[in-house]
């Protein structure tokens, strides 16, 4: 197929209005540019083609043969490239309505959220939000999750982070187990009680060294992968286990759970909000992401 001779299309634009309106202080004021500037795109034009495409008087101007001719297949093919571009605008917009999708962490999910939508849903109304509670990290692609909620160090390459809340452990305990049981007036009496653990040993064994309590053995107690089901086991009085201020805030409020030791232990990880760097953020997803930045500062 040979090539298209085609001339710049800021001269075809300026040379149809001004068709159209016989007048290029009207095409002008169409194309929102100076009278001056639809004169030259026009004669940069008749200087493209080496032919005249109007006769100009001190009043009006007419076309000129040449000026016949293009005139409207000129306009039949702009109000072509209209519609295309309109039609193709719909099928973006239509592609980009339905539900935020949220890939999120379910302890973060159950425990911090949930508890806070009611918020998000009063300021935005408009905007529908997808939770998918997900241990697994997501992977961003076509279809797939708009943003994600993940515990971390930020060390995802490729993906921007924002950081929503830090993270430090602190033991925690039913009122009711506590009350049972020997008490916790410091922490060696800990030995007397079961310790729930999250994924592995090591936090407890941590916060056990930085508390001096060498008469506990961190190595005693269930282990569960979900910080949720930690919780809600010390919660039903099964044992004592560590969180953090953003999981464990609602259960401390309703005083389901206490903290019988005011030693925190602080750690480089926390939670984030994650999604890819392009493309960007639909305008929904957007606003979901700054409510949570948002809402993060309240606790």
């Known amino acids: 197929m040979a090539s298209r ?45 080496a032919e005249p495409l109007f006769v100009r008087s001190a009043r009006k101007v007419h076309l000129t043969p040449a000026g016949e001719v293009l005139a409207q297949p000129l306009t039949r093919a702009l109000d072509t490239i209209a519609e295309a571009v309109a039609a193709a605008r719909a099928l973006s917009a239509e592609e980009n309505k339905g539900p935020v999708l949220v890939s999120v962490e379910p302890a973060f999910a159950a425990r911090w959220l949930v508890l806070r939508l009611d918020r998000f849903y009063a300021a935005y109304p408009a905007v529908q939000l997808h939770l998918v509670p997900t241990p697994d990290f997501v992977e961003f692609k076509e279809g797939g999750a708009d943003l994600a909620i993940r515990y971390g160090r930020a060390d995802w390459p490729g993906l921007v982070s924002e950081k929503l809340l830090g993270s430090a452990s602190f033991p ?38 930085a508390a001096g309590a060498t008469a506990v053995d961190p190595l005693k107690g269930p282990i569960f992968d979900d910080a949720h089901l930690t919780l809600e086991a010390a919660a039903s009085g099964q044992g004592v286990a560590l969180a953090d201020e953003a999981l464990a805030a609602a259960a401390l409020d309703d005083g389901r759970l206490v903290r019988p030791f005011a030693l925190t232990l602080e750690t480089a990880a926390a939670y984030h909000v994650v999604y890819p760097e392009n493309p960007a953020l639909r305008p929904e997803a957007e606003a979901f992401r700054d409510w949570l930045l948002q809402e993060a500062t309240r606790l």
């Open 5 to 49: 001779q085609l001339p710049p299309l800021s001269m075809v634009r300026a040379f149809e209005a001004a068709a159209r309106h016989l007048s290029f202080s009207h095409a002008a004021d169409e194309l929102r540019v100076t009278h001056s500037a639809v004169s030259h795109q026009i004669r940069g034009l008749e200087d493209w083609l």
């Open 172 to 209: 925690v305990v039913s009122p009711t187990l506590m009350a049972r049981g020997k008490g916790l007036r410091e922490p060696n009496d800990l030995a007397a009680y079961t310790l729930i653990h999250e994924d592995s040993f090591d936090d407890w064994a941590g916060w056990l060294k």
